[in-house]
């Protein structure tokens, strides 16, 4: 019953981040302070991808690069931001999901052990039971040999040699 409540309000999470993101885009412009911030971040990310481009198809890396204008600086840069902020929340989602799913099978693993405990405890009491009975049945079978077969039922036959020993004397 939880589990599919919590997929779903993950799903619904996701969902909600992405307009938040798009708003985080357009607000990111908007501010100057946070405009210069975002428009340095995104020359700096677009000298770093043009350098690894060149380097992976085997171009010169020392030819000058060129800044982005503004407006594209800014965009990326919200881009950037928003996508950010959605992987984030999906991956705080997944980080969430594997805990949860951690700590259900760490449950299950604490009953199987409860379990495998009660089992070796009735396993010893068992062989316990196992070992008294063996000892009992020894006994009787001593007690067998030692008297007969009819002093093992508590027949009424010792109380007449008994009888008969004591009328003998007389």
Same mark, same amino acid.
């Given at each position: 019953?939880?589990?599919?409540?919590?997929?779903? +309000?993950?799903?619904?999470?996701?969902?909600?981040?992405?307009?938040?993101?798009?708003?985080?885009?357009? *607000?990111? +412009?908007?501010?100057?302070?946070?405009?210069?911030?975002?428009? %340095? $971040?995104?020359?700096?990310?677009?000298?770093?991808?043009? %350098?690894?481009?060149?380097?992976?198809?085997?171009?010169?890396?020392?030819?000058?690069?060129?800044?982005? %204008?503004?407006?594209?600086?800014?965009?990326?840069?919200?881009?950037?931001? +928003?996508?950010? $902020?959605?992987? &984030?929340?999906?991956?705080?989602?997944?980080? $969430? *999901?594997?805990?949860? &799913?951690?700590?259900?099978?760490?449950?299950?693993?604490?009953?199987?052990?409860?379990?495998?405990?009660?089992?070796?405890?009735?396993?010893?009491?068992?062989?316990?039971?196992?070992?008294?009975?063996?000892?009992?049945?020894?006994?009787?079978?001593?007690?067998?040999?030692?008297?007969?077969?009819?002093?093992?039922? %508590? $027949?009424?036959?010792?109380?007449?040699?008994?009888?008969?020993?004591?009328?003998?004397?007389?």
């Amino acid at each position: 019953m939880v589990l599919p409540l919590v997929k779903l +309000g993950t799903l619904a999470l996701r969902t909600l981040c992405k307009p938040i993101a798009s708003r985080l885009k357009k *607000e990111a +412009g908007l501010h100057p302070r946070f405009r210069q911030s975002i428009i %340095n $971040f995104a020359q700096a990310n677009h000298r770093f991808q043009t %350098n690894m481009q060149r380097r992976i198809y085997g171009h010169a890396t020392d030819v000058a690069i060129r800044p982005l %204008n503004e407006e594209k600086a800014v965009q990326a840069a919200a881009d950037f931001i +928003g996508e950010l $902020f959605v992987f &984030s929340v999906a991956g705080a989602a997944v980080i $969430f *999901e594997v805990q949860r &799913s951690s700590r259900s099978e760490a449950r299950k693993e604490e009953l199987r052990r409860q379990e495998l405990g009660t089992m070796k405890q009735k396993d010893e009491e068992l062989a316990r039971e196992l070992e008294l009975l063996k000892q009992r049945l020894e006994e009787l079978e001593r007690l067998a040999k030692g008297r007969g077969l009819t002093g093992l039922f %508590n $027949f009424k036959q010792p109380q007449a040699t008994e009888d008969v020993k004591s009328a003998k004397p007389q």
